[in-house]
């Protein structure tokens, strides 16, 4: 329990850190002379560089503990961040942005499986991805109107120099204080000698899961990112970027409404992440088809979304692996994010004349929902069913 909640100080400073700086980089962007365009690409190459650390990370986490990937990604930031404070045009900001995405790319997969390393009882990884969404919102709900207020006082340059002071600390106290090696659990998994391959889930030897299962994370990061491209650009100015703080605010407010019902932990987490899913595909047709609706409203319920989605899909995955090769895990979920990332502002910039980039978001998410296996293999039965863990 003690590692539990250094983990989640760290969490909440590092997202506090990162999600302080949402409202402000398109702003900053612009501010240097970059092109909508170009921001959509400085957006998704930040997640496109993901990829080579995800890759990395899911094997090396499984290996050598999750301490050393989140030292580094903490500290690599926050050192990137104090070099972003003193650039002068949109390609350096770019480049630093893509280095920035490698670093921090191993920094989501090494907390998830150190937090599902801590137990493996069902109930227990559910409660810790609980808290892990609980904490991450409440950063969230802060940091994005704050770090607006902040560069309204102090300016952009402050900004990124204080925030990148913050993350180096985190770091520090992050070496100090992390168990070293691979976390040691008090219980065992009965993970069946071979896997079922007659069913219709027939599982590659590459992925410890279905490769359908990683088609949602895909499409809710990109998703997303659709959404943080659209927002800062809703208008200009010192006023335009205090709303757009709030708004992201109002998202992270809404998720931690649902993350604080504890009783959804007790419904299958496969039924959680469809109605999630569905939930937040409605709102972003409602943002296309429906403007009337007051927008802080929809975010508001797109955020209870959010609450539902992400610790359902933690705990969703935990059980299809059996407990086993986590790092490989969330390092494919991070990879799937990535792409996600990636694609979502890219595929906003390009379309947001002709077509509504919130419909185009409203059709990924009904489509990825669709993917997803609606039945139990054997397989998934075993790895799920609580009565083979043993204490």
């Known amino acids: 329990m003690k590692t539990a909640i250094w983990l989640y100080l760290f969490l909440f400073l590092a997202v506090f850190d990162l999600h302080a700086q949402y409202p402000i980089l398109t702003p900053f962007a612009i501010s240097l002379g970059a ?7 400085m957006m998704g190459i930040y997640s496109l560089t993901h990829l080579p650390g995800n890759l990395i990370a899911g094997t090396q986490i499984d290996k050598h503990g999750s301490r050393r990937y989140i030292v580094f990604s903490l500290l690599g930031a926050g050192f990137i961040l104090l070099l972003q404070a003193h650039v002068h045009t949109p390609w350096q900001l770019l480049a630093l942005r893509s280095i920035s995405g490698f670093v921090l790319a191993f920094l989501s997969p090494a907390c998830l499986a150190l937090l599902a390393q801590l137990s493996s009882d069902p109930v227990k990884q559910g409660k810790y991805m609980s808290g892990h969404g609980v ?15 902040i560069v309204g ?69 990109c998703a997303q990112g659709i959404l ?82 992400f610790p359902a899909m933690a705990t969703l995955f935990i059980r299809l692996s059996g407990g086993s090769k986590l790092g490989r895990i969330f390092s494919l979920q991070s990879i799937a994010t990535s792409i996600g990332s990636f694609i979502g502002p890219i595929t906003a910039g390009q379309l947001r004349v002709g077509l509504s980039p919130y419909f185009i978001a409203f059709v990924l998410l009904m489509i990825g929902m669709l993917l997803l296996p609606y039945y139990t293999s054997r397989r998934e039965a075993s790895l799920a069913d609580p009565k083979s863990i043993l204490n």
Not at 163 to 189: C, D, N, S, W
């Open 35 to 41: 092109a909508p365009t170009f921001i959509g690409w």
């Open 135 to 149: 904490v991450h919102t409440l950063a969230s709900v802060v940091s994005p109107a704050a770090g607006a207020i």
């Open 153 to 221: 006082s102090m300016g952009f340059s402050a900004t990124f120099s204080g925030l990148g002071y913050l993350l180096l600390l985190t770091g520090v106290i992050a070496f100090m204080t992390m168990p070293r090696g691979i976390v040691k659990q008090h219980e065992k998994v009965t993970v069946p000698a071979k896997p079922d391959v007659s069913s219709a889930d027939t599982t590659s030897t590459f992925l410890p899961v279905s490769w359908r299962y990683f088609a949602l994370p895909l499409v809710i990061a």
């Open 228 to 309: 943080f491209f659209e927002l800062p650009l809703r208008g200009g100015g010192h006023s335009s970027m205090m709303s757009t703080g709030l708004l992201f605010s109002i998202i992270s407010i809404g998720a931690l409404f649902t993350l604080s019902m504890l009783f959804l932990n007790r419904y299958s987490p496969k039924l959680r992440l469809v109605a999630g899913v569905l939930m937040m595909s409605l709102c972003f047709f409602v943002m296309a088809a429906i403007p009337q609706i007051p927008l802080s409203t929809v975010l508001f319920v797109l955020g209870m979304s959010k609450g539902i989605i």
